[in-house]
């Protein structure tokens, strides 16, 4: 007998064997879960991470759609030249029109050669556009330049090579509404075309590029005062009116197609 709590019990050594049992499966269990986990690893993002990947895809063809709406706009002047001037004076800036200098010294010379009621200059908002009576340049049915409107004509050539040779120069030329039928000129088409052809050769012969001309004939098509009355009777001095030659001059016109097929 060995007395109270002796001898050779073997409770003791069974019980630490269990516990230590135990915690070697508590490890191996913990191990495998942890090898799971590497193995399988599942990446959970909070917000910050994935969606921009999504988000700056959508932002570059956005750019990408809106360089391609650039490329194959037309620039409207007048609204390019509006910004211009608003945003000029929300910073406190002074704007100037592009045409205003030009603008002055058409003025001038109309001024100096006392032509100024019969040769107007005008604010297109995109350009400026010289409009004149048909009797001061040519007779009626003709396509030659009368003596003092060949002058004035070649003032103002010399004031648009100097200050707008890089701008389009279109010059039309209008008739009335009375039919024309000589053997030159079958219709007003061929009278107004060539109006509007001797104006171009002798702004060309000046110094303006010869790519930056444009001759049009437009007959009586665009009447600038009606060439009746109200009775329907010919009104002659509105018909005189409408006898006209119009310059004018833009520096954003849209470039025709170049194509050898058309």
Do not use: C
């Amino acid at each position: 007998m060995n007395g109270f709590g002796g001898g050779d019990s073997p409770t003791g050594d069974q019980g630490g064997d269990a516990f230590l049992t135990d915690l070697r499966k508590r490890r191996a269990l913990k191990q495998k879960k942890s090898k799971y986990l590497r193995e399988n690893h599942v990446s959970h993002d909070d917000g910050d991470g994935n969606w921009l990947v999504s988000y700056a895809d959508m932002m570059t063809l956005l750019f990408g759609f809106f360089v391609i709406l650039t490329a194959f706009s037309t620039p409207d002047a007048s609204k390019m030249e509006k910004l211009k001037e608003t945003t000029a004076k929300s910073m406190g800036g002074q704007y100037q029109k592009p045409f205003e200098s030009l603008n002055l010294s058409l003025q001038k010379v109309l001024q100096e050669m006392k032509l100024d009621q019969m040769v107007k200059v005008i604010d297109t908002g995109d350009g400026i556009a010289i409009s004149s009576r048909g009797t001061l340049f040519f007779d009626s049915g003709s396509s030659q330049l009368k003596p003092e409107a060949e002058t004035l004509m070649g003032e103002i050539a010399e004031i648009l090579a100097k200050e707008a040779n890089d701008f389009r120069i279109l010059v039309e030329g209008h008739t009335d509404d009375v039919p024309t039928n000589s053997k030159l000129y079958p219709s007003n088409w061929e009278l107004s075309s060539a109006r509007a052809s001797t104006v171009v050769r002798l702004l060309e012969s000046k110094g303006i590029a010869h790519a930056n001309l444009r001759p049009l004939g437009l007959a009586d098509t665009e009447p600038s005062v009606p060439n009746l009355n109200g009775d329907s009777t010919p009104n002659m001095e509105n018909r005189a009116i409408n006898r006209r030659i119009v310059v004018r001059v833009q520096k954003f016109v849209a470039k025709r197609m170049k194509d050898s097929n058309i």
